[in-house]
């Protein structure tokens, strides 16, 4: 569905990404513990401070320059381990204070600050949902560091709900919070201006990895493949994503999970592509229409019986949290956190690594925790009975 065309109430249910802090407004305080990662790799984690001199703040009238948390998990050196925390002490402080619920102690898989493994490693960008968190899908991150790669996660000042700098100043949303829907700021004029900044938000990152990469002394100093990069997104940042790839040259790839979808990413592009959905019991659309006009490597999976949060730290963090459990998909959580790691894993390694495509994408798959689509069938058979193109 076209971002313009949307009433506030459906666009607020397509493009609110209710992270996994939402889910501990039960109350519990018990604490988690994030899946395992799959991958042979130690994963490290570290958070980098970037400012964009040549641009100001659209949220700010004070002229001051776009300044940016970004949140890397990478392949870690072996070595010791000073485990990592989900997210900082203020930042968890601030959304149990707007829940009005204390939040669980969550324990991740992440040595902070841990070298980068040696080697050069694919990059691939990420972008949350309206208003979303840097670490809403730390479960995938932290399984995509432990097979090679290195994920950048964005908080986008200003609109996230909230991201503390090395300074301990903490920023707030500007335009309300998924733990307060109904003071969330979802208009159009909203949503545009949020959009605008991401796509600029996004460029930046891009800008500043081939500087990580290239200046002595940084941490990813030759450690990052610059040649191969992707996005992913989930939600409004899935819609970023599919934008983003058709602008830069420098993007190969993106993973559109679960996204919304604008009249500008609906036009497509010729570089492969992966949409990644949740309980698709038909293909709207817009979505028909997108892929459609993918005129590249594209693939499509649903994971079926999963809702908006399912790949998201949601899938896990629910198990945690009596009462507020989100649907697992199908197969239950264990197979469809499988499945989104595995799949999401298979695309990057043909596209990043040149590898031959994973089983997983080569033929269409119908079982109990995803249907797989390849380039050559019909995502909406509804489009193809009709003689329409799809």
């Not at 997108?290 to 896990?316: C, K």
């Not at 695309?347 to 380039?375: E, G, I, K, W, Y």
């Amino acid at each position: 569905m076209c971002l313009q065309n949307l009433s506030p109430t459906i666009r607020f249910c397509l493009v609110v990404f209710c992270s996994a802090a939402a889910l501990a407004a039960s109350g519990n305080t018990q604490s988690a513990s994030a899946p395992a990662p799959a991958g042979a790799s130690q994963v490290g984690t570290l958070w980098q401070r970037l400012v964009d001199v040549s641009r100001n703040d659209p949220f700010l009238a004070n002229g001051a320059k776009r300044e940016l948390m970004v949140r890397f998990w990478y392949p870690a050196a072996q070595g010791r381990c000073a485990p990592a925390e989900y997210a900082s002490p203020k930042v968890w402080a601030y959304l149990s204070q707007i829940s009005g619920f204390p939040l669980p102690k969550i324990k991740t898989n992440s040595c902070l600050q841990s070298g980068v493994a040696a080697g050069i490693h694919p990059v691939i960008v990420f972008s949350p949902g309206f208003t979303g968190m840097l670490t809403d899908a730390t479960f995938l991150f932290e399984d995509l560091a432990s097979r090679g790669y290195v994920v950048a996660s964005i908080a986008h000042t200003h609109e996230s709900t909230a991201v503390e700098f090395p300074d301990s100043r903490l920023i707030t949303s500007s335009f309300g919070s998924y733990l307060a829907p109904q003071t969330l700021r979802a208009d159009l004029e909203s949503l545009a201006l949020v959009r605008s900044a991401r796509l600029d938000d996004v460029k930046f990152v891009l800008n500043e990895l081939w500087r990580l990469d290239t200046t002595l002394g940084s941490a990813f100093h030759n450690r990052l493949d610059i040649a191969h990069i992707a996005v992913m997104g989930h939600s409004l940042g899935g819609e970023v994503a599919l934008t983003i790839l058709q602008r830069e040259s420098r993007v190969r790839a993106a993973v559109w999970i679960d996204g919304v979808i604008s009249d500008e990413s609906a036009a497509g592009t010729a570089k492969p592509v992966l949409l990644l959905a949740a309980g698709r019991e038909q293909w709207n659309q817009d979505e028909c229409r997108l892929w459609s006009n993918l005129r590249g490597i594209r693939r499509a999976v649903n994971l079926r019986g999963a809702e908006h949060l399912t790949p998201s730290d949601a899938v896990w963090l629910g198990r945690a949290i009596p009462g507020m459990a989100v649907a697992a998909g199908a197969a239950g959580s264990a197979r469809t956190i499988a499945a989104i790691r595995n799949h999401v894993t298979a695309f990057f390694d043909s596209v990043l690594r040149d590898r031959p495509f994973n089983p997983l994408l080569t033929s269409m798959t119908f079982d109990r925790a995803v249907t797989v689509t390849t380039a050559t069938q019909p995502l909406c058979p509804q489009l193809a009975e009709k003689g329409e193109p799809q």
